[in-house]
């Protein structure tokens, strides 16, 4: 198994923000179809993919929405301001170039710009370019999201572009679901949606699969630069196994269960406390009765920035890890 870049340069320039999954919810039912015995979509627009088993039903969900800038108001000259689907940081976004569903690029700048500590959100616009607010809404209307525009950039070692968070986990995912031998378990492979805003598709799917094990497939922060806040996570060191995030303290028979797996199949992996952030696993272990749950990360740096850089090498860890959990009997 190489890391096929191809695809994953796929996954993290499709367009769909939360609520907006269209696009990459296609493309990547193009790359599983083959290998699933059915799939659907749900009310929410959660992909379910199923892959038929008589043992133990196993959930494993990659988000495939991504933060976004929706738009607010335009005003009589055309500037466009927005608001935040997820996580959006105004320094990072100051100059980047965005995207939106139908193809209109736009800048987003601020005035002023002279003190950067007072950038926010509400003295920032995105200009598409147009000469008037008629030429605007010819082309961007209120409510509309915007992403940020990616490149793909990679080099023997690593891959650095926007929205790794979590195409990197529905390529994961993906790679699996084609590498994966015969197993008992009875598989739902989740593509969820709004994750970013709140974990909410995965909580629905939970709920209507009813599994017997949740895994969750997402990036998490690294501490292994210059002055990083100390933390055990780097790049290069392995796929992670997660103990705690902010939605969910992972449960031990998971949690376990991945680490033996990690040891007897001799794949790289690191211990993950992560002290903010969440995951579709947050949901998931919560549903009806309760669900031992676990995640499977993928270290990265920069999360939320346009240059999330991932190991390719920790990638293909997570991949191997993920693929040795599915195999074995529950
Ligand atoms: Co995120
Ligand atoms: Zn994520």
Do not use: W
């Not at 979590?166 to 699996?176: F, K, L, N, Q």
């Not at 991949?319 to 195999?327: C, D, P, S």
Request: proline share 2%.
């Amino acid at each position: 198994m190489k890391l096929n870049t191809e695809l994953l340069k796929k996954l993290v320039t499709a367009y769909g923000p939360a609520s907006n999954e269209g696009i990459i919810r296609s493309i990547i039912i193009d790359e599983i179809r083959e290998y699933v015995d059915e799939y659907n979509v749900d009310n929410l627009g959660n992909l379910i993919a199923h892959k038929k088993g008589n043992g133990k039903k196993i959930m494993i969900s990659a988000h495939m929405d991504q933060i976004g800038l929706m738009v607010t108001d335009i005003d009589k000259d055309g500037f466009i301001r927005f608001g935040n689907i997820g996580g959006i940081s105004p320094s990072i976004s100051l100059s980047q170039k965005v995207l939106f569903e139908n193809g209109t690029m736009g800048a987003i700048f601020a005035e002023p710009v002279d003190d950067l500590s007072k950038l926010k959100l509400d003295n920032m616009y995105i200009d598409i370019g147009a000469r008037n607010n008629k030429e605007a809404e010819e082309k961007v209307n209120v409510g509309d999201i915007c992403i940020y525009y990616s490149e793909f950039i990679d080099n023997e070692h690593v891959v650095f572009t926007s929205y790794l968070d979590d195409r990197v986990g529905c390529y994961v995912a993906i790679e699996t679901l084609k590498n994966l031998n015969a197993t008992d378990n009875d598989l739902y492979f989740v593509f969820s949606v709004q994750e970013e805003v709140g974990l909410r598709g995965a909580k629905t799917a939970a709920y209507s699969i009813d599994p017997d094990f949740g895994i969750a497939i997402d990036v998490t922060a690294h501490g292994d630069t210059p002055k990083a806040k100390r933390f055990a996570i780097g790049l290069h060191k392995g796929t992670a196994i997660k103990v705690k995030d902010n939605s969910i303290i992972t449960h031990p028979l998971v949690r376990n269960n991945l680490v033996e797996l990690a040891k007897v199949n001799d794949i790289k992996y690191q211990m993950e406390v992560l002290e903010f952030g969440g995951t579709d696993s947050g949901a998931i272990h919560t549903t009806k009765e309760g669900v031992p749950s676990g995640v499977i990360s993928i270290p990265t740096r920069y999360v939320h920035s346009t240059v999330e850089m991932a190991s390719k090498d920790d990638i293909m860890d997570s991949v191997r890890l993920l693929k040795a959990y599915l195999e074995e009997k529950k």
